[in-house]
């Protein structure tokens, strides 16, 4: 009889162990999954500073160009391919460095979004378990498959978002360029 209890509360104890361990492991998934949705976050705001900051660049080089056609006296018509060419070189480079940045934020923003699924599905599980063992449920009738929690992605329409955004700047990218060009053709020849 002494062997059985002492059998008994073994097995007791290895419950307790195993499932504290469970819990730590899952409050570990969900930490990770936290902190790293943060450290996305934090990425993707400093590569929109960085967007901004190339637009407010852009823009003041587009203020300059379009300040020294209206006043200089010397450009005639005949020489409105010097403006033309700096504002497609202008354009080209701007339109290169505004795809990086846009494919950071866009591959940051798709991390993000898979690190929140995971902590959700994570969240979601711990959840499930405490309420099963609160309501009286053996921890032994819990699988091993209810801990493993695999990284999460969205579904492909999640995609169509950063088509969308992709879009919207190269479209006001090349409305600029053809405004810009228009405007020193009128502003040269006219």
Same mark, same amino acid.
């Given at each position: 009889m002494a062997d059985y209890e002492n059998h008994h509360h073994l097995h007791q104890q290895q419950q307790v162990v195993s499932r504290e361990t469970a819990f730590q492991a899952l409050n570990t998934i969900i930490q990770l999954?936290?902190? /790293?949705? %943060?450290?996305? !976050?934090?990425?993707?705001?400093?590569? #929109? /500073?960085?967007?901004? !900051?190339?637009? *407010?660049?852009?823009?003041?080089? %587009?203020t300059l160009l379009f300040m020294a056609q209206s006043i200089s006296s010397r450009l005639q018509c005949r020489h409105c391919w010097i403006p033309i060419t700096l504002l497609s070189m202008a354009h +080209?480079?701007?339109?290169?460095?505004? =795809?990086?940045? +846009?494919?950071?934020?866009?591959?940051? !923003?798709? *991390?993000?979004?898979?690190? #929140? %699924?995971?902590?959700? +599905? =994570?969240?979601? #599980?711990?959840?499930?378990? #405490?309420?099963? +063992?609160?309501?009286? =449920?053996?921890?032994?009738?819990?699988?091993?498959?209810?801990?493993?929690?695999?990284?999460?992605?969205?579904p492909e329409s999640y995609f169509g978002k950063f088509k969308r955004n992709w879009a919207l700047h190269f479209g006001f990218l090349i409305l600029i360029y053809g405004f810009m060009i228009s405007s020193s053709v009128v502003l040269l020849c006219f």
């Open positions: 999954h936290f902190e /790293k949705t %943060l450290e996305k !976050k934090r990425s993707i705001d400093l590569q #929109k /500073k960085e967007l901004h !900051k190339l637009f *407010q660049i852009f823009f003041i080089f %587009l +080209l480079i701007f339109y290169v460095s505004v =795809a990086q940045t +846009l494919r950071c934020i866009n591959g940051f !923003k798709y *991390q993000r979004r898979c690190h #929140k %699924l995971t902590l959700g +599905l =994570a969240t979601e #599980k711990l959840r499930d378990m #405490k309420m099963r +063992l609160s309501g009286g =449920a053996d921890f032994e009738a819990i699988g091993d498959e209810e801990f493993e929690i695999h990284y999460q992605e969205p």
